[in-house]
């Protein structure tokens, strides 16, 4: 695997993925950012990688200039791989944080944050890739529907199984478009 663009391109991630881990493939990952750039500017936006796997969403988002990124996954493997890959890129500490949580989890604690302290979060760009044996992705965007923690405008990169159906309020949420690759769906959703 390997950066695609940015300040890190070309730069190969050589560590050993754990069992289990589907990492984004590079042609999918360039035709997102491909994508993305017509509806979002990467400079000082924050970002989440949820269910993140290697992290490969995510680590291109700091490459082309994201100001913050939050790693999220609940395998403690999954958050192993992606320290390590930080640590070969050697990205400053003050672009990330990794976050051993399920995406459920993570949601519910950003939103605690927002209510209860000064130090609001609102994310940019929410990549999620949950495994495609499970049908979580409703119960994550649901979730994301219950909170404010997406800005206006701010893009969910939800990455599903063909066989998958999206369920969105389509008073919060909006499908600007979406792309097939072989058993993969990828869904481009604006935030209202």
């Known amino acids: ?41 990467f400079n000082n936006l924050v970002a989440a990688d949820v269910c993140a796997g290697a992290g490969m969403l995510g680590l291109e988002a700091i490459s082309r200039n994201a100001n913050f990124v939050y790693f999220v996954d609940k395998s403690k ?21 990794t976050n051993n949580h399920d995406a459920i989890q993570f949601i519910n604690h950003i939103d605690y ?40 405008n701010g893009i969910i990169i939800a990455e599903t199984s063909i066989n998958s159906s999206l369920i969105i309020d389509k008073n919060i949420l909006e499908i600007i478009t979406e792309r097939q690759f072989g058993s993969t769906k990828i869904y481009f959703i604006r935030k209202l």
């Open 77 to 97: 493997k999954a958050i192993e791989y992606i320290n390590n890959s930080i640590k070969l890129l050697n990205i400053p500490i003050e672009k990330y944080q």
């Open 1 to 41: 695997m390997r950066i695609i663009s940015g300040k890190y391109k070309g730069r190969k991630i050589n560590c050993k993925l754990p069992t289990g881990i589907r990492p984004t493939q590079d042609a999918v990952r360039e035709t997102i950012f491909n994508i993305l750039n017509n509806y979002t500017d």
């Open 113 to 152: 944050n927002n209510k209860n302290t000064n130090n609001q979060i609102f994310i940019d760009l929410f990549f999620l890739d949950p495994p495609y044996n499970t049908n979580i992705v409703n119960d994550i965007l649901n979730k994301i529907n219950e909170t404010n923690i997406i800005n206006k």
